[in-house]
């Protein structure tokens, strides 16, 4: 049981370049979500889905896509890299199933991104 | 929109002591929810303890506890019996009761443990 696996887990891009972050959850999860971690500034929600064919915009949502076309996989684009999204990029998932909705979320091991 | 602040960017113990870390959070919300997760070097997300906002008996996990403050909006970690395994990031995160478990997190303090 793997649980939630990112790829890739270190990548460097060159400023204007694209790229796209995978996430696969083997646990039936509902919920999936893209985080970015910053120093000084904790993890902040990038994007979320409450479920297959669903996305919504989190708290710093701009430079960024998603989609989910499969519930079990949650990809994070970036369409023109900059240097400004440099930062290491979690992906997470959580039941959120009837009273399970504020289950505690599962995080993929990261992913270290330089924009260069 | 719910803010989560942990005021002690950086905190040291020494090996077997006990140590108390900080958060505040501010929210208008009545049903919510507290979590406290550790990030070690290796950079992964862990799990320490979780506390429902409507029960009023702190919670427990092992060498972990939490004391949860809802009227001053206050939810500090206790961690007793310091070990060096300890050492890591800790984040404090907030989880309203409708947000479809979306995490607001507070900036992180970083934990020492000293032998």
């Known amino acids: 049981n793997a649980g939630v696996t990112q790829t890739p887990k270190f990548r460097v891009l060159k400023t204007g370049q694209s790229m796209t972050l995978l996430c696969a959850q083997d646990?039936?999860?509902?919920?999936m979500y893209w985080y970015r971690q910053d120093p000084g500034m904790g993890l902040r929600l990038i994007h979320y889905?409450?479920?297959?064919?669903?996305?919504a915009k989190g708290e710093v949502p701009d430079g960024y896509n998603v989609s989910r076309l499969k519930k079990q996989n949650f990809l994070l684009g970036l369409e023109s890299a900059a240097p400004s999204q440099t930062s290491v990029y979690f992906c997470?998932?959580?039941?959120?199933?009837?009273?399970?909705?504020?289950?505690?979320?599962?995080f993929g091991n990261g992913t270290r991104l330089t924009v260069t | 929109a719910q803010t989560v602040t942990q005021s002690q960017p950086e905190m040291s113990v020494q090996e077997a002591e006990t140590v108390t870390l900080s958060c505040t959070y501010d929210?208008?919300?009545?049903?919510?929810?507290l979590f406290w997760y550790k990030q070690p070097p290796s950079r992964q997300m862990i799990l320490v303890i979780r506390?429902?906002?409507?029960?009023?008996q702190n919670a427990t996990e092992n060498r972990f506890s939490v004391n949860f403050q809802k009227a001053a909006k206050s939810f500090s970690l206790k961690i007793s019996d310091s070990q060096l395994g300890d050492a890591a990031m800790y984040f404090c995160?907030?989880?309203?009761?409708?947000?479809?478990?979306?995490?607001?997190f507070g900036q992180g303090t970083i934990l020492t443990v000293h032998p």
């Open positions: 889905s409450v479920g297959e064919g669903t996305t």
């Open positions: 506390q429902e906002a409507y029960k009023q």
């Open positions: 995160a907030y989880s309203g009761g409708t947000s479809y478990g979306k995490l607001t």
């Open positions: 646990m039936n999860h509902e919920y």
């Open positions: 997470a998932s959580s039941d959120g199933r009837g009273r399970r909705r504020n289950s505690p979320l599962h």
């Open positions: 929210t208008s919300e009545s049903d919510y929810y």
